[in-house]
């Protein structure tokens, strides 16, 4: 039985005051996670607590594991996870919006993995009528991204061109269909043909396989004007690449460095394109900040769910046994979409 499949039990606990978590035991691989009952969390004024349906995998989450990402304050340090989804089961002091029973999604700083999360209220919405509690944990992290990334600080727009890097990955199939939404065209790269051809189901306009003249491809696709936006989820190796391929006032905005983060830069080509180049994550940002993105998600990409615009994109989903195994999935990139974790 593998390490991580381990539960010890809590003396002292009864069951109404326990959950079950994925925690990790040090820092290192896959051996390092391991199922165990841990407290269930208390929701303080503004929160409330959810029974978890699915927990979503991210590679954040391996980066923790490995001690690569530091966990923000005020969020559980031993117990991944940074989304969910399920049902409201308890309202702390100061909560108006949300019913026990309602069922919602939502990003988090951490503790994920477990039976049971509490957030603020403000940072969650609702699951889409045309999603299960279940598929609903592949949303919140990878379409909350796309769209902050590249709608609410790109202002990509219907007219221009979208260049998505691993577009097989779970924020990369979330901007595929986001953009299809709003008509932009979009161009997608990866290095396996099997995730291209995904990626046009979900409606890529332009597939470019990850070779070392992908570049060339995409002012081809073009017709040498470049892309106005660029969603890099890949990092250093592609930044030269980038500079060439980004349009004259064109935006870059960089979410994922797996691919490496220490690079050099041509200052010069980005003055001349007068380019604007960002980075971002989600995690860290204070809770009137995500309660904004939210709202902003909700009025604008939930809809798309409804309308068949838009669909959760799952690869497989683990029991919380099988997280190791999930995180070797993923550090292998064999997934397309989602990694998820079942509490069901």
């Known amino acids: 039985m593998p390490k991580w499949a381990r539960m010890p039990m809590i003396s002292g606990m009864n069951n109404l005051d326990r959950m079950r978590a994925v925690v990790t035991e040090g820092k290192g691989g896959p051996e390092v996670l391991s199922v165990r009952f841990v407290p269930k969390p208390v929701p303080r004024a503004g929160e409330i607590r959810v029974r978890v349906a699915t927990s979503g995998i991210n590679r954040a989450d391996l980066l923790q594991r490995i001690g690569k ?8 340090k031993e117990i991944l996870g940074m989304e969910f989804a399920g049902v409201v089961e308890t309202l702390g002091p100061d909560v108006e919006r949300w019913e026990i029973g309602d069922s919602v999604m939502g990003i988090l700083g951490g503790g994920g993995y477990a039976e049971y ?4 209220h403000s940072t969650v919405v609702p699951v889409p009528n045309s999603v299960t509690d279940g598929d609903a944990g592949a949303i919140p992290e990878v379409f909350m991204t796309a769209f902050d990334a590249v709608f609410l600080q790109m202002g990509l727009d219907s007219a221009e061109t979208l260049l998505i890097h691993a577009v097989g990955s779970g924020v990369g199939t979330a901007a595929v269909q986001i ?4 008509g932009a065209v979009s161009i997608g790269t990866s290095r396996t043909p099997e995730k291209l051809s995904g990626a046009l189901e ?3 306009d332009h597939p470019v396989l990850g070779t070392a003249d992908w570049p060339e491809r995409v002012l081809e696709v073009t017709g040498g004007k470049g892309a106005d936006v660029i969603l890099d989820l890949v990092g250093g190796p592609y930044l030269e690449g980038n500079q060439m ?3 004259t006032g064109g935006r870059h905005i960089v979410v994922g460095v797996p691919g490496g983060a220490v690079t050099k830069i041509d200052l010069r080509a980005m003055m001349s394109r007068r380019v604007t180049l ?3 994550v989600l995690r860290a940002r204070p809770v009137e900040e995500k309660a904004s993105l939210a709202e902003a998600f909700e009025a604008r990409v939930l809809p798309m ?11 497989r989903i683990f029991s919380p046994e099988e997280a190791g195994e999930a995180h070797e999935v993923m550090q292998s990139n064999a997934n397309f979409g989602k990694l998820l974790i079942s509490w069901d």
Do not use: C, E, I, N
């Open 69 to 76: 990402y530091p966990v923000p304050d005020g969020w559980p």
């Open 117 to 120: 999360v509490t957030t603020h």
């Open 179 to 182: 953009a299809k939404a709003v």
């Open 202 to 204: 979900l409606g890529l």
């Open 245 to 247: 391929v980004v349009a």
């Open 278 to 280: 960002r980075g971002t």
């Open 305 to 315: 769910f409804s309308a068949g615009q838009a669909r959760p994109v799952v690869d």
